[in-house]
């Protein structure tokens, strides 16, 4: 029976959003155009016009609408276009993924942390602390630096530092939830602390952990970008975002195409997902609202 | 009030231990012999042992750890493995520069975000209030490192108003004049993040207290619109911009790097990133600690001033 009201939950939820989008043509328009960028960005090696590592010295720097290549080319000779969309696998991949893995993580210390409190609670919480301690930058910059530079050391640092709002956010509404009648009668019912977690606390939080991490990837992307223009994430020639940035501010002056077009692709899909993250914090948890 | 203060001073303590706890332990996640790693791989095995010796790393860990810590409260943060100088020095010389980049950069952002929100408050849904939010979602999703090389591009390569990189021309000589004129760039680029969070926290703020009674009293006892606004209302409406201005002042000491990195300013983010490029760890570790020691400080400064301004918190 919980599953079945577990299920009319989430088809709740997913008709709130959609209720949301139709009444916000901003929002909709940003959720398509996105859907529209990690279509091409999945199906790069349909989408592609050209191999993204190959180099034609021949047209190096040239500027964007030369015939063949609509974004121009690099200082190495290859394709702006074709980088940024096998680029924006990357991009994608370090912006959603240590979002999950944080919010996996956050949300498991914060459900456990809140539901069983005590000292548990208190050890947990002193612990995100100390990492709340570090401004989250400095923090994932001397992971990278310790452990060498890399996407996945980059990823693990971006994941370490976003844990903390995750375990804080979840905590705050499992105390919250926990205290409601519902719990309540479940517990007399006799189900266990595993059942009213799983099956009645967690499913009420899950609002929470969609809006929050929405905003999260957008921070993330710029996040993960940051690191690779500093030489400590995706490492050359693979290309991503921020590492074709930072590559073309040695050619800023003749060349700006290779460094802007990149940052303004960061920058259009991260006005895209705070658009979209707050058009479904509005929907789904306007308590959240700035 | 002083209970209060000293309350705040004692919780700072065990943060601040969990905080060099993680920096001397990040240390040892070094994969590989440590030494042979910050020693680069054509060092010497004498100069190897040189490094296994200068960091202790033949002692056991705890040990490792309690003479750090000893060193470090003492002001030791151990020596740079490149240039062979005291962490400490190199670490507070260049501070000075992040602290006046970051100042200026506070600066503005509290004069476009406070200013922006209240009066996107005072008129909402208007033009104004319209474009300053769209600017706001704009400023909030900007990459720093991109507005700062668009901004050398227009300003500085473009227009040649501006210079695009360092603190001082040395054909000039220095001065102040000369300082604020390399400080316009990176300042409103490090600056646009925090004005964009402080509009909108400020707006959502104002919104809230602007209806109140109070408000609705200053305003019956015949004062004008400027001084309600800008003398009641904003006064209440300041504690929460108080809380999101000590996080964004943390945010910007932190983020300082990539602006540094952009405009070449001579700071600590300027030096952490070459610190990194050439794995000069104790380095990192130096300028990482005490970035997070003064995080961790202007966030209970910003707690006392919560207090001071609520006097509801000192009891709660």
């Known amino acids: 029976m919980t599953a079945v009201r577990n299920r009319g939950g989430d088809r709740r939820l997913w008709a709130l959003i959609w209720a949301r989008l139709r009444r916000d043509p901003v929002a909709l328009g940003a959720a398509i155009v996105l859907l529209a960028l990690a279509i091409v960005v999945i199906a790069a090696p349909l989408t592609a016009p050209r191999d993204p590592l190959r180099q034609e010295p021949s047209i190096r720097l040239s500027p964007p609408l030369t015939p063949g290549y609509p974004l121009g080319a690099d200082g190495l000779g290859r394709d702006v276009l074709s980088r940024l969309i096998w680029g924006g696998q990357i991009s994608l991949v370090v912006g959603v993924v240590p979002v999950l893995l944080a919010a996996l993580a956050g949300v498991t210390i914060g459900t456990f942390s809140g539901f069983f409190g005590g000292r548990l609670d208190n050890v947990l919480m002193r612990c995100l602390d100390v990492i709340f301690a570090f401004p989250a930058i400095l923090l994932a910059l001397a992971i990278v630096a310790t452990l060498g530079p890399s996407i996945s050391n980059a990823m693990l640092a971006i994941t370490v530092v976003g844990i903390p709002s995750f375990a804080r956010l979840i905590r705050a509404s499992v105390l919250s939830l926990k ?41 993330t992307v710029v996040f993960a970008a940051g690191l690779s223009f500093l030489g400590l994430g995706v490492q050359p020639p693979t290309p991503e975002w921020g590492a074709m940035l930072a590559d073309g501010r040695q050619v800023l002056a003749v060349a700006p195409h290779v460094s802007t077009v990149p940052g ?21 948890d306007p308590r959240l609202r700035g | 009030m002083r209970a209060y203060v000293c309350g705040r001073l004692v919780s700072a303590v065990p943060v601040l231990f969990g905080v060099s706890v993680v920096i001397f332990l990040l240390m040892k996640l070094i994969p590989g012999d440590a030494a042979q790693v910050l020693a680069g791989p054509s060092a010497t095995r004498e100069e190897v042992e040189l490094i296994r010796e200068d960091l202790g790393l033949n002692e056991p860990l705890y040990v490792q750890y309690g003479k750090w810590l000893a060193r470090a409260v003492r002001g030791d943060l151990g020596r740079s493995i490149e240039l062979r100088a005291p962490v400490t020095v190199m670490v507070l010389e260049r501070f000075k520069n992040t602290a006046i980049l970051a100042g200026a950069s506070m600066l503005l952002a509290v004069a476009i975000g406070v ?70 760039l990176p300042s409103i680029t490090l600056a646009g993040v925090s004005a964009a969070i ?54 910007l000491l932190g983020g300082s790097i990539l602006v540094e990195t952009v405009f070449s300013w001579p700071g600590l983010g300027l030096q952490l990133f070459r610190a990194i490029s050439s794995r000069d760890l104790p380095l990192v570790q130096g300028g990482v600690m005490l970035v997070s020691a003064i995080f961790v400080f202007l966030n209970l400064a910003i707690d006392v001033l919560y207090a001071f301004l609520d006097p509801r918190v000192r009891y709660s």
């Open chain 1, 264 to 284: 303004l692709l960061i920058f259009l899909v991260t006005v895209g997902l705070n658009v979209l993250g707050d058009a479904l914090r509005d929907a789904l």
């Open chain 1, 179 to 219: 205290e409601q009648a519902f719990v309540d009668a479940a517990r007399a019912l006799g189900a266990g602390s595993g059942r009213i977690v799983l099956r009645h606390i967690l499913p009420n939080s899950v609002s929470t952990v969609v809006v929050y991490g929405t905003l999260e990837v957008g921070k």
């Open chain 2, 198 to 251: 402080l509009a909108r926290v400020t707006r959502s703020s104002m919104l809230e207290v602007i209806h109140r009674e109070y408000v609705t009293t200053a305003r019956a006892k015949g004062l004008g619109d400027r001084r309600v606004i800008w003398g009641h209302a904003l006064k209440n409406a300041m504690l929460p911009v108080v809380t999101v201005m000590g996080v964004q002042l943390g945010y």
């Open chain 2, 115 to 184: 200013s922006a929100g209240v009066i996107s408050a005072t008129r909402p849904l208007s033009l104004f209030d319209r474009l300053a939010m769209v600017g706001a979602l704009f400023g909030n999703s900007m990459p720093t490192f991109w507005l700062g090389l668009v901004l050398i591009l227009v300003f500085s390569l473009g227009l040649g108003l501006f210079p695009s990189n360092g603190m001082y021309d040395i054909r000039s000589g220095g001065g102040p004049v000369d300082l604020l004129h390399h400080l316009v």
